[in-house]
């Protein structure tokens, strides 16, 4: 560990304290619910913008109850996830952010940085003390977190190597195919569900796949051709993965699947609700991301095709041989709150004793489950999930996404579907193969100035590649100007640290 780590990392165990079990209940009585030494307030006006991932904004049946049990007025701001990023970076370009912000993704945090180092955020390490839920986040996330050494955001808890197939076994079934293992056993299966049009009329799309190159099937499959997680070690030196021949026979590999059909040819484009109702609607049969989105994809398939099966699958081999996927730190994204909507330190601290109790065990079942009797039921002391899914979709699913616990203080469920308690234990069990990203604790000025664009140069390179309008001599003059306008600092800045 690097003397800037351990400085962050002390700098965390200062800000919270630790207990045993982390995964235990922790007191979410009516004393437990207000910041310590404070009287009850409220309700506590707050507006937030989240990350809306189905096709229409929920009732607002949560929100009310939400807000009773928060002592709030929530004024929610849902935006779709396909413009996630845009609205951010517009909402923040004009000052016009909502007091409480959820970022898009781990990858978009990363982006704000120097946003962040500017002094454009709260710093909130120094309050989580005063909280019964917040001084008991886990300091090593919070670790992974840190900018400068401090603590700007709370973090939405994520089992960290989630990625995976999801892929219809009925039709691999009809085909004599097994679960794929390899890359060629993929583009094996690929190639017979769109030989066989499975999906009838010509209209059968092999894989579906979303305008992301990290959550969607870009990442995953660049790790069975050797590309490290975002960053790697070649050399002994740290270098970006669009550097290594891996990313390069990836890019291959996603053109060919383009140029042959074998994949829908607008993902560039299309948002991530769009490729699921492409399998949904029957046309697609395979999935790659999350592999805990197959509780939705198959309840809501079997309204479509009543036939429909669905099949996990993460134990793939990649160049020499061995399982490997890519994880997370242990946090999705994180909520990052705004001086230029938050005005003072006593209004921060108001909201976030709200926030606290999103980490209650009340508010964490309330954000996934919904409510008992309506969007769940209990049986011997666990939580059985409603099995309509249209229900869930329209007052459930989008809360989901606000919800910062996954698992710590969250009722365990019983699995309706055997296929999602499969996808929890192979996520559970990837963690032993999984590789992260070496730079996650590091700190690079150039990047902080420089990433967001830098990065969007280097994806609309691999993108026009993929899409035929640059060879491979275009695409590393791409990597050329990424390192003449500021990438050869931000390796230098990183390999600096990595080297203590």
């Not at 992301?212 to 499959?221: E, N, Q, R, S």
């Not at 948002?271 to 999935?287: A, P």
């Not at 050869?488 to 640290?497: R, S, V």
Request: glycine fraction near 8%.
């Amino acid at each position: 560990m690097t003397k800037k780590n351990t400085a962050i990392l002390l700098s965390a165990l200062t800000a919270v304290s630790l207990i045993a079990g982390c995964a235990n209940k922790i007191d979410s009585s009516a004393e437990a619910t207000k910041s310590e030494g404070e009287a009850p307030k409220g309700p506590i006006k707050i507006s937030i913008m989240a990350d809306l991932q189905t096709t229409e904004v929920p009732s607002d049946k949560l929100e009310k109850v939400l807000e009773q049990k928060t002592n709030s007025e929530l004024h929610i701001q849902w935006v779709p996830d396909g413009s996630y990023d845009e609205k951010f970076q517009a909402a923040f370009a004009t000052g016009s952010l909502p007091q409480v912000v959820y970022l898009k993704n781990a990858a978009s945090f990363t982006l704000v940085r120097d946003a962040v180092k500017n002094n454009q955020f709260w710093e909130v390490g120094p309050f989580l003390l005063d909280y019964p839920n917040l001084k008991r986040l886990n300091p090593t996330i919070l670790n992974h977190t840190a900018v400068g050494g401090k603590i700007y955001s709370l973090y939405q808890e994520r089992q960290p190597a989630r990625a995976g197939f999801i892929y219809r076994k009925d039709w691999a079934d009809k085909l004599g195919l097994t679960a794929p293992k390899t890359v060629d056993e993929l583009y094996t299966m690929l190639k017979k569900f769109k030989d066989a049009d499975l999906a009838g009329g010509g209209k059968t799309i092999p894989l579906s796949d979303r305008n992301d190159l990290i959550y969607g099937a870009f990442k995953t499959v660049s790790m069975f051709f050797g590309t490290p997680n975002g960053w790697g070690v070649q050399d002994g030196k740290l270098i970006p993965d669009f550097m290594t021949k891996g990313y390069v026979d990836t890019m291959k590999f996603m053109k060919k699947l383009r140029d042959e059909g074998l994949i829908n040819q607008d993902f560039p484009v299309t948002s991530k609700t769009d490729q699921q109702n492409l399998m949904v609607t029957g046309r697609s049969g395979l999935y790659i991301g999350t592999m805990g989105d197959v509780k939705g994809l198959q309840e809501k398939t079997v309204n479509n095709v009543p036939e429909a099966e669905y099949e996990v699958v993460n134990d793939i081999q990649g160049v020499d041989g061995k399982n490997i996927t890519w994880g997370l730190s242990g946090y999705g994204t994180v909520v990052l709150f705004p001086k230029s909507s938050i005005n003072s330190e006593q209004e921060l601290k108001s909201i976030l004793g709200v926030m606290d109790k999103f980490y209650s065990p009340e508010i964490a079942d309330l954000l996934k489950y919904g409510l008992k009797d309506e969007h769940y039921a209990w049986k011997d002391g666990k939580i059985v999930p409603s099995t309509d899914s249209k229900l869930i979709e329209k007052e459930v699913r989008p809360y989901l996404n606000m919800a910062l616990y996954e698992s710590t203080n969250v009722t365990p469920a019983y699995y309706s579907l055997p296929v999602f308690e499969k996808a929890i234990k192979l996520s559970n069990g990837a963690v032993n193969f999984m590789i992260t990203d070496p730079t996650i604790s590091l700190d690079s000025k150039t990047f902080n100035e420089k990433g967001s664009r830098l990065q969007d140069l280097m994806k609309d390179a691999t993108y026009q590649f993929i899409l035929n309008k640059i060879d491979e001599a275009g695409f590393q003059a791409a990597v050329k100007k990424w390192e003449n306008d500021g990438g050869q600092k931000i390796i230098d800045e990183f390999n600096e640290q990595y080297k203590k």
